[in-house]
């Protein structure tokens, strides 16, 4: 462990793209308490009230000329947390390339082309990378992301530092693919838990993803990180059992087999988030090696924080949002499936 | 709710002092009866009477005065009984006490009801008085009790835990998952495990109180059927670390002579002569008020009290395998399995 110092760092001028959705925040405020000067680039449309005392510019990507506020400026790092279209890559390296030290491109696991393979290593092979004008949602993910990939390292060469995250779960989370199962542990009764016990599943609790990029940052590294946790192999009893840990629920797992899953249409990761069956193409999917993101001080909260604080952050929000999550069962699918495996064991 | 006047005869121990600082902190005024030997300087605002159960006269700094409820916590010795009811028969409404699943004559049936048939009442007198087990003892103290007093309360917890617990029977498990590495976790993910939260004990006790609730109950937890899985894994996601489980079968272990609850503690099975401490049926306590914490509360405060133990103690604990003898039997497992890891 070489960064886990508390001594303050160099202090350095960052600049975020975004910083104010999911993983942004968190971020801003890990980097001010370690002395770093941000600056916020974004449209000013999403949480304008957020760090009243940070630096924003105000621009939009997708505007002819949208990076004007930023001339004239330099800065040690530049944070590109929500880009996913190669063209904003290309177009904030030309306004920053020659302004700013380093580029951190957000990237993803999915630029891996293969996940049968256990323990992938960064060096592993990707997506063959999708055309430079491809943009979402008709281009796939992993291709638009290969294609930034290559086109920021093509531009800022050993100045690029690719994370590729895993899952970002926790507090914030928009697409509730972690959150479904605290918060589905914590209503209680008979809950479906897919597949064996033992299957393994892996996430990022955004604020150590966060956390992670910051001190990368200040280490002035370069190059691709797999940023995926937790720390050793988790499975998805440990993660249903560990989610209701933190609650005081009466919920009861039904083990449903992966087989029976998909018989009933269920979609791993989607209709049963988090959760990929470990067989086939998908073998190796929970078990991408990180151990370069660790040596280089990637930590990792205990789960009994990312459920906690998931659902403080969950039942902060309006009825509306929290009777509209986008992942997992719906209750009366769930109920469907489970008279439908009670039915098959007999009864 | 009335504030009620309460006398706790002990109240120094374990779980003492967290039923005395919730019996205050809901407004009501207790009385400690007890040596004055285990911390005298706790709790120097509530008023003590001193007496020693075990000498002739004993509780005569209890005579003439009166109680709403009272709370025996430490007793296993049925004269202690007839004695303080000698004094205090007429004067208290309510005599709460502390009795034990060992009360129930086979601790090898699974799910026992406070309707279970229990152990022979130890005698009172005569050469085998003396030597009488445990749960003999506390079935003849609460036949005692129940003839003594107008509302009677018998409370049987299984094992009780969290801040305070010498026994360290559940807190083997935390300091074991803190370490990390590999771990020796016994039998199968459900094979029954409870505990109760000295916390959520003492404090559904005082309720008991408040309410005039008399009766048996079985006082365990967790709130539902819970299995030795629920708890490795829920204590493991309090940490992050490289800590990892290898089931090894209750057969294996038997024949490795690595026994439920002593070295595998809190952890039983079916059959096992400590099943019925991990099975007993709460639906009655949980119908009169008792509720839970969450497993990671009980751990973290556990453990925060564990670490502030003197090292000595820490290094070596009452319960739980050594790390020796997890070593070798996890090696003997991996070698039955054909090939080492």
Not at chain 1, 336 to 342: D, F, I, K, M, R
Request: aromatic share 10%.
């Amino acid at each position: 462990m070489t960064t886990q110092s508390s001594a303050q760092p160099k202090p350095l001028r960052i600049l975020i793209l975004g910083g104010t959705g999911f993983i942004g925040p968190h971020q801003v405020e890990y980097a001010l308490s370690r002395g770093h000067k941000v600056t916020l680039f974004n449209r000013g449309k999403t949480n304008p009230g957020l760090f009243p005392k940070v630096e924003k510019l105000i621009g939009d990507r997708n505007a002819p000329d949208g990076y004007k506020a930023l001339k004239g400026r330099t800065w040690d790092v530049v944070i590109d947390n929500p880009t996913q279209i190669p063209r904003w890559v290309r177009e904030a390296g030309a306004a920053l390339k020659d302004s700013a030290g380093r580029y951190v491109f957000v990237s993803t696991l999915s630029a891996f082309a293969n996940r049968k393979a256990i323990g992938m290593k960064e060096d592993g092979p990707l997506h063959e990378p999708a055309a430079p004008d491809a943009e979402p949602p008709k281009a796939a993910y992993g291709p638009l992301k290969v294609r930034c990939e290559m086109d920021a390292q093509a531009i800022w060469g050993d100045r690029t530092l690719i994370v590729r995250p895993g899952l970002i779960v926790g507090p914030g989370d928009l697409t509730d693919r972690f959150s479904y199962w605290p918060i589905r542990v914590e209503q209680g009764g008979e809950m479906l838990a897919p597949g064996t016990p033992d299957d393994p599943v892996a996430f990022i609790d955004q604020r150590d993803l966060t956390e992670f990029m910051i001190r990368l940052c200040e280490q002035q590294a370069s190059g691709p990180y797999n940023v995926v946790g937790p720390r050793s192999t988790l499975t998805i009893a440990e993660m249903l059992y560990g989610c209701k840990a933190v609650t005081t629920s009466n919920v009861r797992f039904t083990w449903v087999d992966a087989d029976f899953v998909l018989e009933q249409k269920l979609r791993p990761y989607a209709d049963l988030p988090v959760w990929m069956p470990p067989r086939g193409n998908s073998e190796g999917w929970a078990r991408m090696d990180c151990s370069k993101a660790k040596n280089a001080g990637l930590t990792f909260r205990p789960l009994a924080d990312t459920a906690r604080d998931t659902l403080t952050y969950y039942h902060a929000q309006t009825p509306e949002r929290q009777a509209a999550l986008k992942a997992g069962l719906a209750p009366e699918r769930e109920k469907e499936v489970l008279a439908a495996w009670h039915a098959k064991m007999g009864g | 709710m009335m504030a009620k006047r309460i006398l706790v005869l002990g109240g120094t121990g374990y779980i003492g002092p967290h039923l005395v600082e919730h019996a205050l902190s809901r407004g009501h005024t207790v009385t400690l009866f007890n040596r004055g030997k285990t911390q005298p300087g706790l709790f120097p605002k509530v008023e003590k009477l001193l007496g020693d159960r075990d000498v002739p006269g004993g509780h005569d700094a209890l005579k003439g005065r009166t109680w709403d409820v009272v709370y025996d916590l430490p007793t296993g010795k049925p004269k202690w009984i007839v004695d303080a009811a000698a004094v205090l028969t007429g004067r208290v409404g309510q005599y709460v006490f502390v009795s034990s699943t060992a009360a129930y004559r086979d601790f090898t049936a699974s799910f026992p009801t406070e309707e279970f048939p229990t152990q022979d009442p130890a005698p009172m007198e005569g050469p085998d008085a003396a030597s009488a087990q445990y749960g003999p003892r506390k079935v003849r103290c609460e036949l005692l009790v129940k003839a003594a007093y107008p509302i009677a309360t018998i409370v049987r917890p299984g094992l009780i835990v969290g801040p305070g617990d010498l026994t360290d029977r559940f807190t083997y498990w935390p300091v074991r998952i803190e370490k990390g590495g590999e771990i020796l976790a016994p039998g199968a993910l459900d094979d029954p495990a409870q505990w109760i939260d000295v916390r959520d004990l003492t404090e559904w006790m005082v309720r008991l109180g408040e309410n005039g609730v008399g009766g048996t109950f079985n006082a365990v937890g967790p709130r539902t059927v819970c299995g030795i899985g629920e708890l490795l894994y829920g204590i493991k996601a309090c940490y992050s670390n490289d800590a990892r489980f290898t089931w090894v079968p209750q057969p294996f272990l038997t024949q490795q002579k690595v026994r439920s609850w002593a070295e595998m503690p809190v952890w039983s099975y079916t059959g096992a002569t400590t099943v019925a401490f991990c099975t007993s049926v709460i639906d009655k306590a949980k119908a009169a008020g008792l509720t839970f914490r969450t497993l990671e509360d009980t751990v973290r405060s556990a453990m925060a009290w564990y670490h502030t133990r003197p090292a000595a103690e820490q290094e070596k604990l009452r319960a739980g395998i050594s790390p020796e003898r997890e070593r070798e039997v996890l090696a003997a497992w991996h070698a039955q399995q054909g090939g080492g890891r």
